[in-house]
T-cell receptor, first 113, second 112 residues
């Protein structure tokens, strides 16, 4: 079946450090890929998405590129801030015509000043 | 425009009871999906409704059910509650299947 694997957390970085959170997926066909972020006590917010191979999603300084050859969608940010501390989820949407997301286990990110 | 609203935010129930959670989607959104979030299993898809019809269902027992009304508001029901049903239940709405899903803040259910 479809699945998403994220690098295990927690991840702790200093402010202005470079961030990479790895995400790989297993799916047939061409799923759409997403990164969601969850702040404490909140629901999920869509951070960025990519719908086809080689697409690059970007938002708020975060980027991720849909790599079909490596089935990956790694999240990167060049200089993190304390306000980026949250849990990040990689997800895929496989079924066309149905709103069903398959999520990775989430990666907790803490940024220290 | 108002976001996805879930009520109640917090709920404590006793084993064996049943519970109903409510989700009001963003105005104009016709698709509502539900997810269960637990520390052990992470985020798992429960079901999706579109125009009052269940379009997709996850791998949960029949104790978990839902419905959608003509105004797109949705409810999910869990009967005969078990301790393992303690979780954050998230609702998401979207215009349709292939458009962005917007999540509510969730309902935190504790079963004691």
């Amino acid at each position: 079946g479809n699945s998403v694997t994220q690098m295990e957390g927690p991840v702790t970085l200093s402010e202005e450090a470079f961030l990479t959170i790895n995400c790989t997926y297993t799916a047939t066909g061409y799923p759409s890929l997403f990164w969601y972020v969850q702040y404490p006590g909140e629901g999920l917010q869509l951070l960025l998405k990519a719908t086809k191979a080689d697409d690059k999603g970007s938002n708020k300084g975060f980027e991720a590129t849909y790599r079909k050859e490596t089935t990956s969608f790694h999240l990167e940010k060049g200089s993190v801030q304390v306000s980026d501390s949250a849990v990040y989820f990689c997800a895929l949407q496989q079924i066309q015509g149905a709103q069903k997301l398959v999520f990775g286990q989430g990666t907790r990110l803490t940024i220290n000043p | 425009k108002a976001g996805v609203t879930q009520t109640p935010r917090y709920l404590i129930k006793t084993r064996g009871q049943q519970v109903t959670l409510s989700c009001s989607p963003i105005s104009g959104h016709r698709s509502v999906s539900w997810y269960q979030q637990t520390p052990g299993q992470g985020l798992q898809f429960l079901f999706e409704y579109f125009s009052e019809t269940q379009r997709n269902k996850g791998n949960f027992p029949g104790r978990f059910s839902g419905r959608q009304f003509s105004n797109s508001r949705s409810e999910m029901n869990v009967s005969t509650l078990e301790l393992g049903d303690s979780a954050l239940y998230l609702c998401a709405s979207s215009l349709d299947a292939n458009t962005e899903a917007f999540f509510g803040q969730g309902t935190r259910l504790t079963v004691v």
